[in-house]
């Protein structure tokens, strides 16, 4: 699904703009950090209590647009919302290694801290990949 070329922007980059779907069919959008997974997903952590995530919880199709000036990439798909563990302190590790530029924090370490900040994870399944410039 994810050519070479698309996986080397989206590796290259770490911010996205997601789009979800509000109750009454309105788009939100947030800026988020990203971790392009081994198998072409996105990974984001969330708090549990923001708009992204209620909204991916009752409409799991969500689009995200990585820019890089006027180019730009649109990612069109389907989230997965995980707040188990112990697959949410994996990903969460991952992402924060990912966008702090340093060591990945043992997954059992900062389980208390992701249920005090009431973190969980949005790995979104790409259905369709744009490339604008």
Same mark, same amino acid.
């Given at each position: 699904m994810?050519?070479e070329?698309?996986r080397a922007?989206?590796?290259?980059?770490?911010? =996205?703009v997601?789009a979800?779907?509000r109750?009454?069919?309105?788009?939100q959008?947030?800026?988020?950090?990203?971790?392009l997974?081994?198998e072409g997903?996105l990974?984001?952590s =969330?708090?549990?209590?923001?708009a992204k995530?209620?909204?991916?919880?009752?409409?799991p199709?969500?689009?995200?647009?990585v820019?890089d000036?006027?180019?730009?990439?649109v990612?069109y798909?389907?989230?997965?919302?995980?707040?188990?563990?112990?697959?949410r302190?994996e990903?969460?590790a991952?992402?924060f290694?990912?966008?702090?530029?340093?060591d990945r924090?043992?997954?059992?370490?900062i389980v208390s801290m992701?249920?005090?900040?009431?973190?969980?994870?949005l790995?979104?399944?790409?259905?369709?990949?744009?490339?604008?410039?």
């Amino acid at each position: 699904m994810i050519t070479e070329e698309q996986r080397a922007f989206l590796t290259a980059h770490r911010w =996205a703009v997601l789009a979800t779907g509000r109750r009454d069919g309105s788009p939100q959008q947030s800026m988020v950090g990203y971790l392009l997974d081994d198998e072409g997903r996105l990974v984001v952590s =969330a708090k549990a209590y923001t708009a992204k995530w209620r909204n991916a919880r009752r409409q799991p199709r969500v689009s995200l647009t990585v820019p890089d000036g006027r180019a730009h990439l649109v990612v069109y798909g389907t989230a997965e919302c995980i707040d188990a563990d112990p697959l949410r302190a994996e990903l969460t590790a991952d992402v924060f290694a990912a966008l702090g530029g340093g060591d990945r924090p043992d997954p059992s370490t900062i389980v208390s801290m992701l249920d005090e900040q009431q973190r969980t994870v949005l790995r979104i399944t790409p259905d369709q990949i744009l490339f604008h410039e």
